[in-house]
């Protein structure tokens, strides 16, 4: 029998209670993800929007219980499964990172429905399982690829991205002023050109690019205003990618996404649709083409630009994303009343 979350678990506020969550492990191309299937018992609102600013404002402790230590490191990310508030979709998805809770991410849709579909919350139909899914940020539409029982890939229909500017001067400590595209793609990214910033996209240079990343979005959030046009709520950067792509229309590009603590482990799929957007905008990609995205990892989304749309008087394309997907394991994590973590911990030997 499953626990209500106190509103914030604390030993010495003698409320406590033992807590069981269950998940789906997952990882999409290399990112993983933590799909909480029971998740609707702790969160309120009557849409998603108020949803989304509920776990924002109330479940800051859910998230850091479920990816801080002793169950989660740096990288972890986690998904809340709800029951839908729109009669269109199949199931409200609501991303958990270490940043904070998140609009919309390509990599966690994608290990959103295939936990759903291995747990059964949603029937397989083989060889493709459509899902609606209702995020902050809008409806979205994945296709899961199926065969023999379990999802080989899911293609995430995304939310319209957009451009909010290329090449915006952005003044860095230590690194002066640097070019930088500010656009949109499920949530606001900076994204800068490695060779601007004299690295490599190597794994070797892994501590390198997260300490560059993180300074580029302490100047981002102090220099750099954004606010989505249907969505005023979300009006913050929430990362930066470092990218080298082609500067003709051929050939892969590579990126890392600097997420608090670490580098994302896929190709990133909000990241890929917003840098899809910012070629389209210089003429490098066209509506119908498909752009390959390599990850820290040499992991790949492919990308493609379905269509171009207008948002509240801004230009946007309509957005594909496709990586494979793994099921890595089936938990039940538990909160012990006398653990002295409540919401778990973390230390500078290897987190921000």
Partial sequence: MLCRLPA?????AG????????TIEVH?????????LDAQQWVEGDTIEERFAFCRDNLDHLRHLLLHEPRG???TCAVLVLPPTDPAADAGVIVLEQGGFTPMSGSNTMCAVTGMLDAGVIEMVEPVTTVTLETAVGLVTAEARCENGRVVDVTVRNVPAFVVALDHPLDVPGLGSIPVDVVFGGQFFVQVRAEVLGVDLDPKNARELLDLGTRIKAAALEGISVRHPLNPDI???????????????EGPGHN?????????RSPCGTGTCGRMAARVARGQLEVGETFEHRSILGTRFIG?????IDIAGTAAILPAITGRTFITGRAEWVLDPDDPFPTGYTLGDFWP
């Fill in 8 to 12: 914030s678990p604390s030993p010495e």
């Fill in 15 to 22: 409320s406590a209670v033992t807590v069981s969550i269950r």
């Fill in 28 to 36: 999409a191309e290399g990112e993983p993800g933590r799909v909480v």
């Fill in 73 to 75: 490191y740096p990288a």
């Fill in 235 to 249: 009006d913050s950067v929430g990362l930066v990618m470092i990218y080298a792509d082609p500067l003709e229309s």
């Fill in 256 to 264: 890392t996404v600097i997420l608090p603590g670490a580098l994302d």
């Fill in 304 to 308: 493609e630009v379905l269509g171009e």
